[in-house]
């Protein structure tokens, strides 16, 4: 007995009780539509993919090759095709998750129309976009079940057992499209009781790991603009303590924090921390004050300063009124920064970085993990950075320490086409190839994202189709670009009418109605052609 026939008969038992009046129902459609909607709440959603999360750190404790991957989506429909293609191509979606980006919705999402990623969007956007995602998913399992379901009936029809019982192993083996989240919160957007609201929201959405920045709330700037403003250890412990509170008070205990530091590339601060007691965390936050000695009548009237050593400094203020960290304390802050994170409750960290070069990334992470020996990291692969020119400058030095002869290089022209098809651009194409695999064995990175790369396709592949159609190609650029493509490689968006719920929904009618059903899906669909 399969767990789809078990829930037929429970159903069937549940009409027996009911009656005659319940005479229409059919307990097997029931049991479809129970398949097809195995996730009722966002908190069973949250719950569900915090398991798979602590499952995945764990093994990635143990193995670090079995790192974790995602990529940014800034609408329910763009993560839905993202898993459906995963399900294709590599038939499962362990490993693979979907980080919600913060920049993506400023840019994409807000009310106001495209905004800079300064947390200036509503924060209603982020569980809103949370919800939408979970829906799509959720969409694409019943899409996918109904499909089974059908071939079901077909099996059945032609009396083909064989098929039957493959096809009820695939029912019930089934592998749901809904997987994890790591949703951006920004900076909290307010205080910690604000930061405790809208985590409450994310979570109740389905987010079962919110990813939260050291930086001012009201500052905020994207991690790789300039301008960045950090607060001190205690005003961001707050916050994630507010985060795990939201994560307690609704009964997902072992939800996920990812603790991000912008002190890399983030020279200033907006308020001296308190220090209590010689080496504490506010002195060693405030050690990094870019100061001045001054002489007790040097003091001018508004000035502030601290004792250090013994003697009075000033820290250097700037017209802003935001204090600056002396040059060369980044990656050093970031240490702490990280260190203090996880041992005040946070369970992943994010360190933002200028470039993605592993022997920085792992200079700071071994340094983080002489105190905490299983610290991972989530990794930003962004956009921002000029990969092909950074691997190729890499792969430039690399060179040079080699002895090699780069006579024929310009270093700082390497982008151009014609170094293409050179020795030194196959090596940084095969670094960039491996560096998520290489990285995550040196420098403890867990998870590997591109925050916003499906802002750069969708923007990509309406350039191609916009050059063609709109010139002398016609209908052909849709054709040969997007359609024949479709049909030939199996996306499954050539049905759209499919994919957009119509053969759920005759089939719904005919449950409800029965032979009086009026469906769409008739000889005269259009969509009978693909």
Same mark, same amino acid.
């Given at each position: 007995?399969?767990?789809?026939?078990?829930?037929?008969?429970?159903?069937?038992? /549940?009409?027996?009780?009911?009656?005659?009046?319940?005479?229409?129902?059919?307990?097997?459609?029931?049991?479809?539509?129970?398949?097809?909607?195995?996730?009722?709440?966002?908190?069973?959603?949250?719950?569900?993919?915090?398991?798979?999360?602590?499952?995945?750190?764990?093994?990635?404790?143990?193995? &670090?090759?079995?790192?974790?991957?995602?990529?940014?989506?800034?609408?329910?429909?763009?993560?839905?095709?993202?898993?459906?293609?995963?399900?294709?191509?590599?038939?499962?979606?362990? #490993?693979?998750?979907?980080?919600?980006? +913060?920049?993506?919705?400023?840019?994409?999402?807000?009310?106001?129309?495209?905004?800079?990623?300064? &947390?200036?969007?509503?924060?209603?956007?982020?569980?809103?976009?949370?919800?939408? /995602?979970?829906?799509?998913?959720?969409?694409?399992?019943?899409?996918?079940?109904?499909?089974?379901?059908?071939?079901?009936?077909?099996?059945? *029809? *032609?009396?083909?057992?064989?098929? $039957?019982?493959?096809?009820?192993?695939?029912?019930?083996?089934?592998?749901?499209?809904?997987?994890?989240? $790591?949703?951006?919160?920004?900076?909290?957007?307010?205080?910690?009781?604000?930061?405790?609201?809208?985590?409450?929201?994310?979570?109740?959405?389905?987010?079962?790991?919110?990813?939260?920045?050291?930086?001012? &709330?009201?500052?905020?700037?994207?991690?790789?603009?300039?301008?960045?403003?950090?607060?001190?250890?205690?005003?961001?412990?707050?916050?994630?303590?507010?985060?795990?509170?939201?994560?307690?008070?609704?009964?997902?205990?072992?939800?996920?924090?990812?603790?991000?530091?912008?002190?890399?590339?983030?020279?200033?601060?907006?308020?001296?921390?308190?220090?209590?007691?010689?080496?504490?965390?506010?002195?060693?936050?405030?050690?990094?004050?870019?100061?001045?000695?001054?002489?007790?009548?040097?003091?001018?009237?508004?000035?502030?300063?601290?004792?250090?050593?013994?003697?009075?400094?000033?820290?250097?203020?700037?017209?802003?009124?935001?204090?600056?960290?002396?040059?060369?304390?980044?990656?050093?802050?970031?240490?702490?920064?990280?260190?203090?994170?996880?041992?005040?409750?946070?369970?992943?960290?994010? $360190?933002?970085?200028?470039?993605?070069?592993?022997?920085?990334?792992?200079?700071?992470?071994?340094?983080?993990?002489?105190?905490?020996?299983?610290? #991972?990291?989530?990794?930003?692969?962004?956009?921002?950075?000029?990969?092909?020119?950074?691997?190729?400058?890499?792969?430039?030095?690399?060179?040079?320490?080699?002895? #090699?002869?780069?006579?024929?290089?310009?270093?700082?022209?390497?982008?151009?086409?014609?170094?293409?098809?050179?020795?030194?651009?196959?090596?940084?194409?095969?670094?960039?190839?491996?560096?998520?695999?290489?990285?995550?064995?040196?420098? +403890?990175?867990?998870?590997?994202?591109?925050?916003?790369?499906?802002?750069?396709?969708?923007?990509?592949?309406?350039?191609?189709?916009?050059?063609?159609?709109?010139?002398?190609?016609?209908?052909?650029?849709?054709?040969?670009?997007?359609?024949?493509?479709?049909?030939?490689?199996?996306?499954?968006?050539? #049905?759209?009418?499919?994919?957009?719920?119509?053969?759920?929904?005759?089939?719904?009618?005919?449950?409800?109605?029965?032979?009086?059903?009026?469906?769409?899906?008739?000889?005269?669909?259009?969509?009978?052609?693909?």
């Amino acid at each position: 007995m399969t767990a789809y026939q078990d829930d037929i008969e429970a159903i069937e038992a /549940l009409k027996q009780e009911a009656g005659s009046s319940w005479d229409a129902i059919s307990p097997e459609s029931v049991a479809r539509m129970r398949t097809q909607n195995r996730f009722r709440t966002g908190l069973q959603i949250a719950q569900y993919t915090a398991d798979i999360m602590r499952k995945d750190m764990a093994e990635y404790d143990a193995d &670090s090759s079995v790192y974790t991957q995602s990529l940014g989506v800034w609408h329910g429909f763009i993560g839905q095709q993202k898993l459906i293609s995963i399900k294709k191509h590599l038939k499962t979606t362990n #490993k693979r998750y979907l980080y919600l980006s +913060g920049w993506m919705v400023a840019a994409l999402r807000s009310e106001f129309g495209p905004l800079p990623d300064q &947390s200036m969007h509503e924060k209603t956007a982020v569980p809103a976009l949370i919800e939408e /995602l979970y829906t799509f998913l959720r969409q694409a399992d019943a899409r996918e079940l109904d499909l089974l379901f059908t071939k079901l009936d077909a099996a059945r *029809a *032609a009396g083909d057992e064989t098929s $039957i019982e493959l096809i009820q192993t695939q029912i019930d083996n089934y592998e749901t499209h809904v997987v994890p989240i $790591i949703a951006d919160i920004d900076a909290g957007f307010g205080n910690p009781e604000a930061t405790y609201l809208l985590a409450k929201k994310m979570i109740e959405a389905g987010a079962c790991a919110l990813q939260i920045e050291n930086q001012v &709330s009201d500052e905020k700037q994207c991690g790789h603009q300039d301008g960045k403003v950090t607060v001190p250890h205690e005003d961001f412990i707050a916050k994630i303590n507010a985060v795990r509170y939201a994560f307690l008070e609704l009964g997902i205990d072992n939800g996920v924090i990812v603790s991000r530091t912008d002190s890399l590339g983030a020279g200033l601060t907006q308020k001296l921390a308190v220090s209590r007691t010689p080496g504490d965390l506010g002195d060693q936050y405030n050690s990094f004050l870019d100061v001045e000695e001054i002489p007790e009548s040097g003091l001018s009237d508004g000035d502030v300063v601290i004792k250090r050593d013994g003697k009075l400094v000033r820290p250097k203020r700037l017209p802003s009124n935001l204090f600056q960290f002396r040059e060369g304390t980044g990656e050093e802050r970031c240490v702490l920064d990280s260190i203090t994170s996880l041992q005040n409750g946070a369970d992943l960290l994010w $360190i933002e970085t200028e470039k993605p070069h592993i022997a920085q990334i792992a200079g700071m992470m071994n340094e983080v993990r002489k105190v905490i020996p299983n610290a #991972k990291l989530v990794y930003n692969n962004s956009p921002s950075f000029n990969w092909t020119a950074s691997f190729r400058q890499q792969a430039y030095d690399t060179f040079v320490e080699e002895g #090699k002869d780069v006579s024929g290089y310009d270093r700082s022209k390497l982008m151009g086409v014609e170094y293409d098809d050179t020795e030194l651009a196959q090596v940084a194409d095969e670094n960039i190839r491996t560096f998520q695999r290489d990285s995550s064995a040196q420098a +403890g990175i867990f998870h590997h994202l591109i925050t916003l790369p499906t802002y750069h396709t969708a923007a990509l592949s309406t350039d191609d189709l916009a050059k063609g159609y709109f010139a002398d190609q016609g209908m052909l650029a849709y054709v040969k670009g997007v359609q024949r493509r479709e049909i030939r490689e199996g996306i499954a968006t050539v #049905k759209h009418q499919n994919m957009a719920g119509s053969d759920i929904g005759d089939n719904h009618k005919e449950y409800f109605a029965g032979d009086s059903a009026l469906k769409a899906g008739g000889q005269n669909n259009t969509m009978n052609q693909f």
